[in-house]
């Protein structure tokens, strides 16, 4: 059973820098997507930023891109760890962010893709 572990979140101005963490571990496989939804009250989930790791490509919503970027780093070959660094927020970012997991690596954007998600954590932009 694959395990999640989230961390980073919280409160911030218009303007301010997040960063979120998900430490993955007990994956049996080497190919699989990892990364980030979220969820705002009303609205359907949305894939933020998602990177693979056949060969590290990053996908973006186009709502973040050049504000949010996301990397990997592994600790071992079945332990990884992604972050997802958030500059520039708006309001319109204030969330619930998910940390994703899945095993596959073919441009997978839709939730039902992934099997594992985290417990999520608020994230929310306000002055």
């Known amino acids: 059973q694959v395990q999640l572990v989230e961390s980073g979140g919280g409160l911030v101005q218009p303007g301010g820098s997040l960063r979120l963490s998900c430490a993955a571990s007990r994956f049996t496989l080497d190919l699989y997507t990892i990364g980030w939804f979220r969820q705002a009250p009303g609205l359907e989930r949305e894939g933020v930023s998602l990177?693979?790791?056949?060969?590290?490509?990053?996908?973006?919503?186009d709502s973040v891109k050049g504000r949010f970027t996301i990397s990997r780093e592994n600790k071992h070959r079945r332990n990884t760890t992604v972050y997802l660094q958030m500059n520039r927020l708006k309001p319109e970012d204030t969330a619930v962010y998910y940390c994703?997991?899945?095993?596959?690596?073919?441009?997978?954007?839709?939730?039902?893709?992934?099997?594992?998600w985290g417990q999520g954590t608020q994230v929310t932009v306000s002055s």
């Open positions: 990177i693979n790791s056949r060969d590290g490509s990053p996908y973006y919503a």
């Open positions: 994703v997991f899945g095993y596959g690596t073919e441009k997978m954007r839709s939730p039902e893709e992934y099997g594992y």
